[in-house]
């Protein structure tokens, strides 16, 4: 079945490290997104690539990097220099670019920092 | 004004009820709307889009309403399962970096 995967599901980062979390996709889809949810909040953007070797910061991109090497992948880094990266972090895609045919998203990773 | 507005709730309705959720949007050029359902600590999932003329599924219908810039969900004969947050979301159709927008959600709890 075709479907948007993250992994790990749950993940535990101490301070000062970087962690990646991974997001593959086998829809076929153009676009990628990364979002952060906290609790009780909307979903915030962190970074979204509508090609291969492309992408663009969204809302809040400060502390994290991501990449776009192959059109199924886009894992995003947390770096040390996020100040507070405990939330759910939701990777989703789309068909086309322009958003028309809606999201689909993965079943999360929940990072807190120990 | 942000570009994409929702009452956050919570709505507390009776089993069997009828609620109404309504969401709007700012820009006027924008071309596709959604509805998604999210449980708690899940992730959202496409409930429905929402098309010029209304559309139905089951128990819910859709409906946009363009002079006043807002789409709307009903639901009726509320069921304990469609207790969740209800997340709107609408593109933006600004050239080539179109994405969705996303409202905060509305908070259902539906009672026995």
């Known amino acids: 079945d075709g479907g948007i995967t993250q992994s790990p599901k749950y993940l535990f980062r101490k301070e000062g490290q970087n962690v990646t979390l991974s997001c593959e996709q086998n829809?076929?889809?153009?676009?990628m997104y990364w979002y952060r949810q906290d609790p009780g909040q909307g979903l915030r953007l962190i970074y979204y690539?509508?090609?291969?070797?492309?992408?663009q910061k969204g809302d809040i991109a400060e502390g994290y990097s991501v990449s776009r090497e192959k059109k199924e992948s886009f894992p995003l880094t947390v770096t040390s220099a996020q100040k507070n990266p405990t939330a759910f972090y939701l990777c989703?895609?789309?068909?086309?670019?322009?958003?028309?045919?809606?999201?689909?998203f993965g079943s999360g990773t929940r990072l807190t920092v120990v | 004004r942000k570009e994409v507005e929702q009452d956050p709730g919570p709505f507390n309705v009776p089993e069997g009820a009828t609620v109404a959720f309504n969401c709007t949007y700012s820009?006027?050029?924008?071309?596709?709307f959604f509805w998604y359902r999210q449980d708690c600590r899940k992730e959202p999932k496409l409930l429905m889009s929402?098309?010029?003329?209304?559309n139905e599924d089951g128990r819910f219908t859709a409906q946009l309403n363009r002079a006043s810039q807002y789409i709307s969900l009903l639901i009726r004969d509320s069921k304990l399962s469609d207790s969740a947050t209800y997340l709107c979301?609408?593109?933006?159709?600004?050239?080539?970096?179109?994405?969705?927008?996303w409202g905060l959600g509305t908070s259902l709890a539906v009672n026995p």
């Open positions: 829809l076929n889809h153009d676009a």
């Open positions: 989703a895609s789309s068909f086309r670019t322009t958003g028309d045919y809606g999201y689909t």
């Open positions: 690539s509508q090609i291969v070797n492309d992408f």
């Open positions: 979301a609408v593109n933006t159709n600004a050239g080539n970096n179109r994405k969705l927008i």
């Open positions: 820009n006027s050029a924008s071309q596709s």
């Open positions: 929402v098309y010029s003329s209304g």
